[in-house]
């Protein structure tokens, strides 16, 4: 936003979901102010919801989408202990759905990855996130204001746009940034056609594969090979260390809470396509 | 405004470019509205054409139907990978078969015709000089050959009497052509054996009208001896490998792709039995942003490939419920394994004018 304001202010602070303190943060920062306000579309949810918060959902603030699209990497999958995520082997929040489960009902290994293949991908729905995510995202973009289409025509362009289910690359970031500032500053911002190739990635030192059977109807490669950081898997190796990371925590004895949650649908699925 | 006035007010979203082209997500791209047959598990497909028919040869086959080929390895034939191949992915081994004139002669030739020029020579072995690559190093001598051809030829025959669907793929509209009785070769002479001579060989650019004209006594002539065969005519989206013309390469390709597509799409819209699938647009339509190319930007990636197959398989595929079975099954024991498994074995002759650079 800096790159493209031409020169006006833009700062950015870090606001809390808990109602009170949001207020004073709120408060503190930006009541009585002049400056437009970007935030991110949860916060009006935390607004609709809280009556002393109702005074700053101001029409002049611009509210940002979520950029989440589960069309590239529908297996992720977060899971929750009291609160606390539950850790992947390479030590992300994102876990694979397929290995949780296999890893739950106590599959091994070897069988686990078995599961990783294209019937299994068909039956779970994994081809047919695209329109899915597709129409969440428009819905989302449109409630913010902004134009989905022009947003997922430039985004496209390059494949796969997303790192994760809910981590853009820089070409998403960059092209919500283009519209966010045709509103701020409407007459004034800079019009930069490679945007995202002049602002820093914080988001791709975890990458989850697109895996190849997705790929192919996708129409882009795919790959097995997880990356957090320096750290590297291949899915052999990936379900080697997760099982290892899931029995430190002694998992199948705790309670997980699922998000997305595995139905009994899809339980009955894998539990018959597994062969149990 | 009277929208009745506006005849693209409230059309089908694939006839708006944006509906139909640049709004449409990654892979999902489908421009095949309507089929005139479907092919059913008991039909027995057929194909021929340039390299990319051999794409469609293999997927065919790994889909479980019913790929027709009357003139397998024979086991007193030497068992080598290229032998293999050839006998595999050609439903009889006549190699690629570039352009329409050429399967027109494919035709003629399967049903008595015998071009004057058939024989090239190359340190002292001999070559079929209308499949000069099928049969690497040649033959020993002249009779072998003419032994071979009439096997092939009887082969080929079964191939355009048996089959119930014949998938042609359109390549090209240059060839090389013998100035004794016209008949065109799939390679240069010269170029794999043979040698050029310009009082014997000349260059030839078939225009619209020559391949309109030819492609349509191929598909009449065809269903002529055949009368039940459907006809599934499509356009390589593969780029030449070198024009003779004296032009960019790439001019060449968009007036050789042009020029076929159009012919194709109007046979299709004349004759009953012949459909046309759009395999070329899939690959080469702006939406996928040239993805489904190879670096080198011609040869049509595995994945590319796949796309097409998942097209053609949802429109012209009937499958049943035991053939979906099947298919599970099969999945499941190809493994990832079997994903890029032969994507460099696709035999084209047209790479040889590689060398010439």
Sequence with gaps: ?276 | MNDKLNPYRGLPSFHYWRSGVADVGLGQFDPVEAVKFQIGESDQISTLGSCFAQHLAKHIQKSGYNYLVTEPLRSDEEQTEMAKMMASQFSARYGNVYTVRQALQLLDRANGWEPKDSIWERDGRFYDAFRPNVFPGGFASEERLLEERKRHLASVLDVFTQSDVVVFTLGLTETWMSLQDGAVYPVAPGVAAGSMDESQHVFKNFNYTEVMSDLTAWCIRLREMNPEVRILLTVSPVPLNATYEPRNVWTSTTYSKATLRSAAGDVASTLPYVDYFPSYEIITCPQVQGRYFEDDLREVKEIGVRHVMRVFGKHYLAKSEAAEVVEQKRRFSFGRSSRSAGVSSVFCDEELLDQEE
Aim: hydrophobic content about 40%.
């Design chain 1, 1 to 276: 936003m800096e790159i493209l304001s031409n020169g006006s202010s833009v700062s950015g602070i870090l606001v809390s979901n808990e109602p009170k303190v949001l207020f004073s943060e709120l408060s503190e920062h930006f009541f009585d102010s002049e400056s437009v306000l970007l935030l991110h579309d949860s916060v009006r949810e935390i607004f609709s919801v809280n009556d002393s918060l109702a005074k700053f959902d101001r029409k002049e603030n611009i509210y940002i989408p979520t950029i989440s699209f589960a069309a590239f990497h529908p297996d992720i999958q977060y899971g929750f202990i009291d609160g606390a995520v539950v850790k992947s082997g390479l030590d992300s929040d994102w876990n694979s759905r397929i290995m949780l489960w296999a890893y739950s009902k106590g599959l091994s290994q070897g069988e686990t990855e078995n599961l990783f293949r294209e019937d299994v991908f068909q039956s779970l729905g994994y081809f047919d996130e695209w329109d899915k995510s597709s129409e969440t995202l428009r819905k989302s973009f449109e409630e913010c204001g902004f134009d989905y289409g022009r947003w997922i025509r430039s985004v496209q362009r390059t494949g796969v746009f997303m790192y994760g289910i809910n981590h853009p690359m820089q070409i998403g970031l960059s092209q919500l940034a283009v519209q966010i500032a045709e509103r701020v500053f409407p007459n004034s911002h800079v019009v930069i056609e490679d945007l995202h190739t002049f602002t820093t990635d914080y988001l791709s030192h975890i990458v989850w594969p697109v895996y190849p059977e997705i790929g192919d109807h996708l129409g882009v490669e795919g790959s097995y090979h997880w990356r957090v950081a320096r750290k590297h898997a291949s899915l052999t190796e990936f379900i080697e260390l997760c099982f290892s990371a899931w029995d430190k925590m002694k998992l199948r004895k705790q309670k997980v809470n699922f998000i997305p949650v595995i139905s009994n649908e899809d339980d009955q699925l894998l539990r018959s396509l597994a062969g149990i």
